[in-house]
């Protein structure tokens, strides 16, 4: 158990290197002296976006939608929004000269050659587009919950509101797990950077794994109560308790019934090598946050965090456009916990991959877990698709 640990920790390193490395590939922008006349219009600024359409009479208006502009015929200049063409005189003067000024433009009619594999991404970087500050809203100790993005498995909470500060939220697994990891879900109210709420449990989530459950977190059902300290949304603690415990028939089924084929390994000589964590008692929570803006992106923040015992540092990001694609990228290393071996969960969800009301509210890609599986070896204990829906609009 010890060797395994100190190889964890040896490669976690490379493992962060490798993360924060793809999250500092720059947005690509065009770098040439001669006027780009035909471009796709990166969406990083979600108010220009809404008010070009709004314009157009687009209802209702999609922040992160594919423009491309062609100003190639002086007589006949036209923008095309999410494949529908528009004739650019049908917007404001002002309104044109944003669109003609615009700095994060995609050109069209870029000649690629066959070093343009090698150089391309070097040539236009621009790293000072990667990371921006926060807006006032995900800053906010008290409106922070309001999340319009609901996730089918871990990630941030659902969150809405019924007056400003005061709202719900919801979410299925733990907003650290990965896809089929726990029973977890919870729902609860926020008020004034407030929460309580309670979880329980829903084992058809667990059931949909077939193998390698040995590092699955259960739970049976409790309250949990959390402050986000009001001196900006950096810092939330909280307590989490289990209302009941675990029943000798829960016990049979999350550790036994799939002895060295399922949910317990064990050792040559019969002791306990893995298991998964059962959950029952009661703990302190706190997450330390640096929210900000990655790629354009319309939620984004770096982590670490404390829940159920275990530690947890991660990124996640809603909604990041990088040379005309937009996805939500998710990262989440749990290096120490009281049962567990040591895990990394990634998400990488894809928008525009549907059409009509579903081209930007509904989301969908790979979602996987890497970590010790059940004969010692290094490598996904868990792949699944991952679904994301977007409820609302983001503020």
Not at 192 to 207: P, V
Not at 225 to 244: C, D, K, L, M, R
Not at 285 to 297: A, D, I, N
């Amino acid at each position: 158990m010890n060797t395994l640990k100190t190889i964890w920790w040896k490669y976690l390193p490379l493992l962060i290197v490798i993360l924060f490395n793809s999250l500092s590939t720059s947005v690509l922008v065009a770098q040439e002296e001669e006027p780009i006349i035909y471009y796709q219009m990166e969406p990083l600024d979600d108010s220009l976006f809404i008010h070009i359409q709004e314009q157009l009479f687009i209802d209702p208006p999609d922040p992160k939608a594919e423009i491309i502009v062609d100003l190639r015929n002086e007589n006949d200049q036209t923008i095309s929004i999410k494949g529908a063409l528009y004739p650019l005189l049908a917007l404001a003067p002002e309104t044109r000269a944003r669109i003609v000024t615009y700095p994060f433009k995609l050109n069209l009619e870029e000649t690629i050659n066959f070093g343009s594999v090698f150089t391309r991404v070097i040539e236009k970087i621009r790293f000072k587009n990667v990371v921006k500050p926060p807006t006032k809203f995900q800053i906010s100790s008290t409106l922070g919950y309001i999340n319009p993005f609901l996730q089918l498995f871990g990630g941030e909470r659902f969150g809405w509101a019924l007056k400003k500060d005061a709202g719900f939220s919801f979410g299925i697994e733990t907003e650290y797990s990965g896809p089929t990891e726990t029973n977890y879900i919870e729902a609860g109210f926020h008020i004034l950077g407030f929460y309580g709420g309670i979880y329980s449990n829903i084992d058809a989530i667990t059931e949909l794994r077939s193998s390698n459950g040995h590092n699955n977190l259960y739970v049976t059902d409790g309250f949990r109560i959390t402050y986000v300290i009001p001196f900006g949304n950096f810092f939330e603690i909280g307590f989490i308790s289990s209302s009941s415990d675990f029943t000798d028939s829960q016990r049979e089924i999350y550790l036994y019934k799939g002895v060295n084929n399922g949910n317990v390994v064990l050792n040559p000589d019969g002791t306990i090598r893995y298991q998964p964590y059962l959950f029952e008692g009661e703990g302190i929570t706190w997450e330390f946050r640096y929210p900000l803006k990655v790629l354009g992106s319309t939620r984004s923040k770096v982590y670490v965090a404390s829940f159920m015992d275990e530690i947890h540092i991660g990124y996640t990001g809603r909604e990041m456009a990088l040379a005309g694609s937009v996805f939500d990228f998710r990262f989440d290393a749990m290096v120490s916990s009281p049962e567990r071996e040591p895990q990394f969960v990634f998400d990488v969800i894809i928008q525009k991959i549907f059409d009509y009301w579903s081209f930007s509210s509904i989301a969908l890609g790979p979602s996987g877990t890497l970590g010790t599986l059940d004969d010692g070896s290094f490598g996904f204990t868990a792949i699944f698709f991952n679904l994301r829906f977007k409820l609302g609009t983001s503020l």
